[in-house]
């Protein structure tokens, strides 16, 4: 039942195969723990600081779609929830590699469907700023990263901070003054919360454009307000009594006051973009 | 395959060739080298029944003796052994034993040979031959010798032999059959036995997994759920992929509505629990369905002969009542228990109780055969604290062990009956184990507060309600294929599910049902079968594996909408195969490679599908040894899943997500170096990774939730301190200490390390013993589960989409008092 074998031969041969036997593994073991994985899951929360500037040529002074210089002398905005999304905004889309090699293209009806997508990132906090003042900073809002592609801008109300008893209860308040030819007035222009609502009764501006970008460290998001887009519209010289050098007040229920809340509308008049803390890393 | 995958199975496959042809090929199963006298015996000593044992049959402890040049035992070692004292009375015994010494070209020389020691109980008559459905290999221990190395004078010439007069002739063969342990089938396979059990105190049968290298296991949703498993780089949540199997019956529930394979153990008393045996991938054909990262095998036992009542008082009003049976003359599987077990909590909404009973009674069935029965009935009801935001605790809104609802909680239930019929019969061995389960469960949570619903709240209410009926069987023969002691098993399995399940959005805190999402009758049907071959093509080299096949079918009667009955079924194959290298006596090098499966969820199925498994395809390779006192194993391994499933808070359920592997590494000791000391150390390395991308998960990241590291040890000492009112005062003292490091949590976070201690100390005077346990001793603040997703716990409010930290607050330190009578 017993059978003895031990050489010299036998002893190196075990000692080879058992010291084979322990190495081996942990040499595997060495290469498997050195995986080619990134080291942490998907993805990454990161802090959003937050600033609101007004478009250079609202600042310069423009000319509107009736032929009125528009300067601007102050424009308060109750600035409320900011949330970026993963979906595109209306009119930007990929467009295809191949045209008419690549298959049906996807039809729209007009002016199309904008799907916002995921949300990636927000600013919840309300603040009433004067874009014509500077840049203003708002708290700082969240996210993760991610491509960032579009964008809703609410009306906070009621309105929130230091200015926020100039806006007299509105949501928006623009000062300035109007000139053309034969009519010169100082207007001012504001909407109330009723007045900005959207069709689901919300004072929300969905679809803004967000400069494309890949967000993938701690940034700032600035959003720019462009006011010549809310007052592109607005023909002062239907505004009734209106006379040249007096102040004015445009009514709401007149059609230059309604070009104007249409414009207030427009998702292109809030325009966002990022640009990532120069010493974060991703 | 990857390179990397390659390469290490490369690497294994190299050990196991080189361990097999560099190895001396020592065991000789007929007749002895050329010149080569074995030793013979010449007197023989035959060990004495200890007092303290009581038994009926035959015990046989295996030893490796070194023979001297004068024939004397110069040295002794258990190669198999049983345990106390029986170890220890055989190496006494066998240092009494002489032999005519081996010679090799007529000089004697030092051999070392195996001789087994057989006990006979004192009070039984001798059974010569008696079979034990024990499985091991003895054929191979008795065949393996060795010749020491000659001894040599101080001149360099050889020690005369002494002379040991006229030999005696030598004893009749007798036919032996060893006791103990079946060899280890995979180099990561683990084996934890009441020692190492009952070092650390342990709240449930869940918490005994921890001493399973690999393994962390949390409560996240009250003390009642079941626990979430973390395996070996496995997120197993509630057991999908780790299969569990308690006194015979399947643990694990088939498409049940909180998770695929839900595996609750709370019915399972840990006094009763005797030994896990935890087996590493799916490399065995008997691992069936959920064996993605393992297996369990909880076997029951109780060996305290008499009756035994415990009583525990604890911290947060927590009291509970064991009673248990076991009759001194039976095995300690044939026992009865019962627990009943209630708490304040911790914390607001955590209160809970339940009640449990076991009975198993092994009875034998004539000579070569044993029945086991048992029945098992558990109910428990739950309150559930639900997650903390991180920002709200900081803030001061919350404190740690607060909780936003307090409605959270459930109730569970169980019922299984088991018959199992085990014996040999001449070459054949088998065993068939029928059983019936009940299962019903009941959840209600919320993680996500008012997010989707601002008003009335995002509630659910998670309703499971299953039958299960099933058997397993196999009939294994030995045979003469490649060498003498080949054996080829073949397996039969089968079990059926009938489930009532459903899933309803629950308003604010009342009963009231907004809408349901779930509303179904499942029935799941699982027929499996295995060939399981054991071959020793040459001598050290054993070849284990063969192939299992699986095929599954559902009905499911979807009552939220019309016609909604459909139906499908698929089939799985899966090759295993181990290749097990004896590179020195007690030291294996093993590798082993296998595919296996987890079922995929009934509802989630179309009418005439093609029933999608998640395939996983693992490999491992490492060394055991195992000698007297010390078992030591390391092995590195791979897993790669065709997909898999994560954890989504949103849905209150896991979702599918693409392929994923894992890689890791593990190392396990074990050290019992006198009967009165245990240590168990078990040090697990591994990363889990998508392989593949989606909208959700990048290739390369790593998989969330799963620890990297986890060190867990065990480590007990009962000494006999004193001899008090002429009986023995045995004292207690041992703790479980917990590490886990590196938690990968969503959007590229870890959560918090956990570092935990229990200990318990205990005097024992014979019939009465006092104890204090302590659960989480250092008072480690500790979260026993991070995550990170959005939520909103404000109603009415607009709601933050962005994700933010959430967790589940770990147990503070709790203290309980104990008194057990032992009668």
Not at chain 2, 416 to 429: F, I, K
Request: proline content about 7%; charged content about 20%; overall charge negative.
């Amino acid at each position: 039942m017993i059978a003895p074998v031990l050489s010299p031969r036998h002893l190196a041969a075990s000692i080879v195969g058992a010291s084979l036997a322990i190495v081996l593994p942990l040499v595997g073991t060495v290469f498997t723990a050195c995986g080619e994985d990134s080291g942490a899951t998907t993805g990454r929360r990161v802090v959003l600081a937050t600033t609101v500037e007004v478009a250079p040529a609202a600042e310069a002074g423009f000319t509107n779609a009736f032929g009125f210089e528009i300067t601007l002398d102050r424009v308060l905005i109750s600035v409320g929830e900011l949330r970026y999304f993963a979906g595109a905004p209306i009119g930007r889309r990929d467009p295809p590699l191949a045209p008419g090699l690549t298959g049906p293209r996807l039809v729209h009806a007009h002016p199309g469907h904008y799907v916002a997508g995921d949300e990636l990132g927000e600013m919840l906090d309300p603040l009433t700023v004067d874009v014509l003042a500077g840049p203003a900073a708002l708290p700082d809002g969240q996210g993760i990263t991610g491509e960032y592609l579009s964008a809703s801008f609410r009306f906070a109300s009621p309105p929130v901070g230091s200015l926020a008893d100039d806006l007299g209860g509105a949501v928006v308040l623009v000062k300035g003054t109007a000139a053309s030819a034969d009519l010169e007035i100082a207007f001012e222009l504001s909407a109330a919360h009723d007045q900005v609502l959207d069709t689901y009764g919300e004072p929300l501006i969905a679809g803004c454009p967000f400069t494309a970008v890949t967000v993938d460290r701690d940034g700032a998001v600035i959003l720019t307000v462009d006011p010549t887009l809310w007052l592109d519209q607005v023909d002062f010289s239907r505004e009734p009594d209106v006379v040249t050098g007096e102040p004015v007040v445009l009514d709401p229920a007149e059609v230059p006051h309604q070009a104007f809340v249409r414009g207030l509308k427009k998702a292109a008049a809030y325009g966002f973009s990022f640009i990532p803390n120069p010493g974060a890393s991703p | 395959m990857t390179r990397r995958t390659a390469v290490f199975l490369g690497l294994a496959l190299a050990v196991v060739l080189a361990t097999a042809l560099l190895g001396p090929a020592r065991a000789q199963s007929n007749g002895s080298p050329e010149g080569v006298v074995m030793p013979s015996l010449v007197i023989r000593a035959e060990p004495p029944w200890p007092a303290t044992e009581s038994g009926i049959r035959d015990v046989v402890v295996l030893l490796e003796v070194v023979v001297g040049v004068d024939g004397d035992v110069a040295s002794a070692e258990v190669a198999e052994g049983v345990g106390e004292p029986f170890d220890a009375i055989a190496l006494e015994t066998v240092k009494e034993w002489r032999f005519e010494p081996a010679r090799a070209a007529g000089r004697p020389v030092a051999a070392r040979i195996r001789v087994p020691l057989r006990f006979v109980p004192t009070e039984a008559p001798r059974t010569e031959g008696t079979v034990s459905p024990v499985n091991v290999d003895v054929a191979p221990a008795l065949a393996t010798a060795e010749i020491e190395p000659e001894p040599r004078s101080k001149d360099g010439g050889s020690i005369p032999a002494a002379t040991t007069g006229e030999p005696a002739p030598p004893p009749a063969p007798v036919e032996v059959l060893v006791v103990g342990r079946a060899p280890a089938r995979t180099a990561g396979a683990v084996r934890r036995d009441r020692a190492v059990l009952e070092a650390a105190p342990h709240h449930t049968a869940s918490d005994l997994m921890l001493a399973v290298p690999g393994t962390f296991v949390t409560q996240h949703s009250g003390d009642g759920k079941a626990h979430q498993i973390f395996f070996r780089g496995f997120d197993a949540v509630h057991g999908q992929d780790l299969e569990i199997w308690v006194g015979g019956a399947p643990v694990n529930q088939v498409s049940n509505v909180h998770g695929q394979g839900y595996a609750d153990l709370h019915f399972v008393m840990p006094e009763v629990v005797e030994r896990i045996e935890s087996l590493s991938g799916p490399y065995s054909p008997d691992q069936g369905d959920f064996a993605v990262a393992g297996s369990m095998c909880f076997l029951l036992g109780y060996p305290e002969p008499g009756f035994t009542l415990r009583t525990s008082l604890g911290s947060f009003g927590a009291r509970r009542v064991f009673l248990a049976y076991h009759p001194e003359a039976q095995p300690a599987a044939s026992f009865a228990a019962f627990e009943a077990n209630q708490s304040d909590g911790f914390g607001v909404g955590r209160a809970s109780r339940r009640a449990s009973g076991i009975v198993q009674w092994v009875r034998p069935v004539g000579d070569d055969a044993a029945l086991t029965v048992s029945a098992a009935s558990f109910a428990g009801r739950f309150g559930s604290a639900g997650v903390v935001r991180f920002d709200d605790l900081e803030s001061g809104r919350v404190e740690r062990f607060d909780s936003y609802d307090t409605n959270q909680g459930g109730y569970s239930s169980r019922t299984q009956l088991v018959a199992s019929l085990e014996g040999s019969d001449g070459a054949y061995r088998y065993a068939l184990a029928p059983y019936l389960v009940f299962t019903d469960l009941t959840l209600r949570h919320n993680y996500t507060g008012f997010l989707d619903d601002p008003v009335d709240g995002d509630s659910t209410q998670q309703q499971n309600d299953a039958t299960t009926a099933g058997f397993r069987a196999h009939l294994e023969r030995t045979l003469t294929l490649l060498s003498s002691y080949d054996s080829v098993e073949i397996g039969v399995a089968s079990r059926h599910d009938a489930i009532d399940q459903a899933q309803r959005n629950v308003r604010g805190t009342t009963p009231n049902v907004s809408s349901t999402t779930i509303d179904a009758r499942v029935h799941a049907t699982t027929v499996s079968g295995y060939l399981d071959a054991k071959l020793h093509p040459i001598p050290r080299l054993l070849l284990r594996g063969g192939a299992r096949w699986d095929a599954v079918g559902f009905v499911v009667q979807d009552h939220t909408r019309e016609g909604g009955q459909r139906s499908s079924q698929g089939a799985r194959f899966g090759p295993r195969v181990t290749a097990d290298v004896a590179v020195a006596p007690g030291l294996h090098a093993i590798a082993s490679y296998g595919q296996g499966y987890r079922s995929p969820q009934a509802r989630s199925l179309g009418d005439g599908e093609r029933a999608p498994f998640t395939r996983v395809w693992a490999t491992e390779g490492g060394v055991r040894h195992r000698g007297r006192a010390l078992e030591v194993a390391g092995s590195a391994f791979y897993a790669q899943l065709s997909d898999d499933v994560v954890f989504l808070e949103t849905v209150s359920r896991n979702e599918p997500v693409p392929s994923t592997e894992r890689r890791g590494a593990v190392v396990d000791f074990v050290a019992q170096p006198t009967p009165w000391f245990t240590s168990a150390i078990g040090l697990t390395y591994t990363r889990a990774a998508f392989r593949e991308a989606s909208s959700t998960y990048d290739r390369g990241a790593l998989v969330p939730f799963v620890p990297e590291v986890v060190l867990r040890s065990d480590l007990a000492a009962r000494p006999r301190l004193a001899e008090l009112l002429g009986r023995d005062l045995v004292g207690t003292a041992g703790f479980g200490a917990t590490w886990v490091h590196r938690r990968p949590i969503p959007f590229g976070e870890f959560g918090d390390d956990v570092a935990l201690l229990d200990a318990r100390v205990t005097l024992r005077l014979n019939e009465i013993e006092v104890g204090i346990e302590s659960f989480n001793l250092l008072d480690r603040e500790w979260n026993d589960g991070e995550f990170v997703y959005a939520s909103n716990f404000e109603p009415n409010a607009a709601p933050s989409l962005i994700p933010v930290r959430h967790f589940t607050a770990g147990a503070p330190r709790t203290v309980f008092g104990t008194v057990t009578l032992y009668l």
